[in-house]
């Protein structure tokens, strides 16, 4: 019997439930959770929702966000533990001790790299999002999607493919989003929430990146600069950081994005968002990490000798590129 | 027979063809004319394209673009001429007359508010884009996709639906996409190119129009200013105009945003962006017009006087709207 038969059984015997995803939560992980926690419910069973960080403002509105725990409370050794979208145990922040030394351990994951940590794994990484899977096992399940899951399952599938944007999205992606969208949700308004407001912080801090922009290497390559005191000042939080580095890279003709973001006059973080060249390996180069298209790092010293060394490199990497 | 049977008969029958889109040329047209061309060829038919208006720089990697005319020749009255994606004849601009004057016209166009004006008319406003129509018009003619023209009915749907996020995305939307991937699309390459890769000439206006942000009606109008001069210094074309817009409604809790294009010391333009508000109403008391979420007008005037004007009238559709 494989895992995924032996999960879908799980599922079918066991009485209570506890559901996880990762910290820093996003799209994926909440709707993943909501829509896996509610639809074990329609299967008559008991089920608690836990994630080990603040919902972002964005997914609030989503049914059942109220009822996510937060607190690393001690897990059952006997409950079954539900593990979504995390790659591997520390994404679990505080709760990892007590789920792995729990009896039975459902790992369901879309990332390549997931470290199968599960007494039970079912890990596809073809599926553009953890929320595909929880469709599927779902649909496997005979569990009948109602609004409040189908939109769920919406956003976990619309922001971890950027609204089908990312290359990540499949032919299997738009069918099951064709099905949750015969549930009656308005993908004009749920779009408008999720991806294009952002708080008046943002734009503020937006005004004073794009007031720095600096273009490098017959601008293949571009730097914005923030420093903290900037956005304490404009009250903008680390989520509106996030979306700020994507500008970079945005800009017609740019190889290399990056964004400085100056926490004191001994240290600074660096964000890489890349076209074709491998962010990854650029940050990989300064002792930071990620992936192909976005990564980061961050260097001690102040920010001029930060940008030298991190210009450096890129140059180096670019010029590797176009050899 | 109905309408839409009759072409079919004639994309079957007729050997040569005349393809026309709308002035002021937008994914939707372009794709649409490139992938309608492409299929009446692969049945062995003669086809002319084109499009009275130039060709945005995103579009024009799209295979078969440079061979899109722009002259108005005199279309010969015994030619079929098929026109996309076009409500009434005007958005022909030059080419109007002598198409108005073929013996056949097929109209085909997913507007509601489509003139049929053609001897023919296929009309369907259920469709996100005339590209859906153009997918199941050469589905229905055995036409076999290749990747251009899948990738031309991509870019069609996808820049209609803002990469389906607009309320206009439907289950079948999403069908016919997960169809056109399987012709080896690359979603990723294709949505970077057209969503969001920008001219640095944008990016230096919105720090511009950034820079003057206003914010009115306890944050619930958003106002945003650019002189043509700023434009004409700043390198920005008219489309780079468009864009900026749309941020002055994606600022969290605004209900309408507010473009001032400032042309002269005694003109202006204005574009409106709504959330629930009807911003085509508040163009047309300002003599304007538009869609319910887009609108415009222009003023005569200076810019004090129009922001006055265009102030009042907005809080007074605010205060109807809370009443």
Redesign the interface.
């Known amino acids: 019997m494989t895992d995924r038969a032996k999960i879908i059984e799980t599922f079918k015997n066991e009485e209570s439930f506890i559901l996880i995803s990762h910290m820093l939560p996003d799209g994926d992980s909440i709707g993943s959770l909501l829509a896996m926690g509610e639809g074990l419910r329609k299967m008559g069973k008991k089920v608690r929702l836990f994630t080990p960080g603040k919902i972002p403002f964005m997914y609030k509105y989503l049914e059942g966000t109220e009822s996510i725990g937060h607190e690393p409370v001690p897990v059952d050794p006997g409950m079954t533990v539900v593990v979504l979208d995390s790659s591997d145990p520390d994404r679990m922040g505080l709760f990892r001790d007590a789920v792995m030394e729990s009896k039975t351990v459902i790992n369901i994951d879309h990332h390549v790299t997931n470290q199968r940590f599960g007494t039970l794994n079912y890990i596809d990484s073809t599926a553009a999002a953890t929320g595909e899977i929880v469709y599927n096992l779902l649909e496997e399940l005979q569990v009948e999607l109602d609004q409040g899951i189908a939109e769920a399952l919406y956003v976990a599938i ?1 922001t971890d493919t ?14 099951v ?3 949750l ?2 549930h009656g949700l ?4 749920i ?2 929430k999720i ?6 912080s943002f ?2 801090l ?2 004073e990146a ?2 720095g ?1 600096e ?1 490098y290497e017959e ?1 293949k390559i571009a730097v914005m600069a923030l420093s903290k005191d900037i956005r304490e000042r404009t009250g903008a939080s680390t989520d509106d950081l996030e979306g700020i580095v ?2 970079t ?5 740019v190889e290399l994005g990056i964004l400085f973001y100056v926490e004191s006059d001994s240290e600074v973080k660096v964000g890489f968002r890349s ?1 074709t060249l491998d962010a990854s390996e650029l940050a990989g180069r300064l002792n930071g990490g990620g992936h192909i298209r976005a990564a980061g790092c961050r260097l001690q010293g102040d920010f001029e000798t930060a940008k030298s060394r991190v210009l450096a490199e890129a140059r180096d990497m670019l010029n590797e590129l176009t050899a």
Chains 1, 2 share one sequence.
Not at 249 to 253: A, F, V
């Open positions: 619309s950027g609204s089908f944007k990312y290359e990540n999205t499949t032919p299997s992606t738009h069918r989003i064709a099905e969208l015969e308005n993908p004009g308004a779009s408008q991806f294009d407001e952002r708080p008046l734009y503020i937006l005004k794009l007031s922009l273009m601008r994507n500008y890279r945005n800009i017609e003709g076209k």
